[in-house]
């Protein structure tokens, strides 16, 4: 009788707190007034979030959407609360889901830091094709037109003022990882947290230090709670505040005394990364980071820089056997028989389809992909070029 009881209690517990443990936003993007003329995009299922703030000349957007409907819903969404057209784009992050929808917006100015806006002028030919074909809706705007156009870049920060609004614009230092920058506006206590105010997420730092490293997501921290914001966008999940920041240094100062313990009693780093876990923060998104993120600490601690990765272009084709992450992650079945993991990135020139949230298991595909010499490509191989045969 107990024993039924109690169980009846804990799947009540269950009901009411499953879906909360999990720290996933929900199946459909969400657009929260955060204060007066401020919002947040909470992307679907942890995907890109992004801020809007809205002034009498204009729109400040700060990031662009995972994915093209994602783009276009953030847009109608920005039209519902104002006619005002988005004049500055302040991207946050140099990765894809976060820069990949700013043509859309075009032709608003593209605020980034100094070196990002340095490696938007290295962009190379298809990546500057992908970009301009990525809204067909916006072809006429995009013909002639080049991120690099459009750019606005500082070195450390910057005040944008725009109809009465204060808008600072904060990069922390990073040896590695290109110009994160968080957005704060003081007058209302929102922040976004650009990369390291992830909530109850594992965090996405890689061998190659592509994605900053654990020592820089301490500093861009450290940074970002001396502000003591009222509310935290961050670049993914639920919106935050000052404790879930916190919760992420914890996080990151266990993360580094696990490896530092295994490295003291000399594991080999194949030993390291197979007993490296963080199950203590058990229901947060993505344990499929665990084997870089142990691998990147163990770099850091050795004093060694990043992984230099080369890579070779190969070509592959094959069937869709496997289509996850609205496109982003597929599994292409060669003649063969392999099957070869792959990443669309939104540099990826896709022909035959609008976009990855096309893609369908079953379709025939040919693709041109880097593989990475001597580094292990765990979320797949990126795409550069992808032709759909249906
Ligand atoms: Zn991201």
Aim: glycine fraction near 6%; include cysteine.
């Amino acid at each position: 009788m107990f024993a039924a009881a109690s169980r009846g209690v804990c799947l009540a517990i269950l009901l009411l707190f499953g879906n909360a443990a999990l720290a996933m936003t929900g199946e459909t993007a969400e657009f929260v007034k955060l204060a007066n003329d401020v919002y947040a995009y909470i992307g679907k299922r942890n995907d890109a979030n992004a801020m809007v703030v809205v002034t009498k000349q204009g729109v400040v957007l700060v990031d662009t959407g995972n994915s093209q409907p994602d783009t276009r819903d953030l847009a109608a969404k920005i039209k519902s609360v104002t006619d005002q057209p988005v004049r500055w784009v302040v991207i946050s992050q140099y990765h894809g889901d976060h820069f990949g929808g700013s043509p859309y917006f075009m032709p608003a100015t593209l605020v980034v830091h100094d070196r990002v806006a340095k490696e938007i002028a290295a962009m190379k030919p298809y990546q500057v094709k992908s970009w301009r074909k990525r809204f067909p809706e916006k072809a006429e705007q995009l013909q002639n037109l080049s991120p690099v156009d459009m750019l606005l870049s500082f070195p450390d920060r910057i005040n944008l003022n725009l109809g009465g609004k204060q808008i600072e614009l904060i990069y922390v230092d990073d040896v590695y990882n290109t110009g994160d920058v968080a957005v704060w506006l003081p007058e209302s206590g929102v922040l976004h947290g650009s990369f390291a105010a992830y909530k109850d997420r594992h965090p996405d730092v890689r061998p190659d230090y592509s994605h900053g490293t654990t020592l820089t997501m301490l500093k861009q921290l450290e940074a970002l709670i001396a502000l003591k914001p009222r509310v935290v966008i961050p670049s993914h999940g639920p919106l935050s505040n000052v404790a879930d920041l916190q919760a992420m240094v914890d996080y990151v100062l266990l993360a580094r005394q696990k490896v530092r313990t295994m490295m003291a009693d000399n594991l080999p780093l194949p030993e390291i990364i197979k007993r490296f876990h963080m199950n203590e923060f058990k229901d947060w998104d993505r344990a499929t980071h665990f084997d870089w993120l142990a691998e990147t600490i163990h770099r850091e601690l050795s004093g060694l820089g990043p992984i230099i990765v080369t890579t070779r272009d190969i070509s592959a084709a094959g069937e869709l056997t496997g289509v996850a992450e609205a496109g982003r992650n597929l599994t292409l079945r060669t003649a063969d028989g392999k099957d070869v993991r792959l990443r669309v990135t939104s540099d990826t020139d896709i022909e035959g389809a609008a976009d990855r949230t096309q893609l369908k298991i079953g379709m025939k595909i040919t693709a041109l992909y880097k593989t990475p010499d001597d580094f292990n490509a765990a979320l797949g191989f990126d795409v550069i070029e992808m032709n759909v045969k249906q």
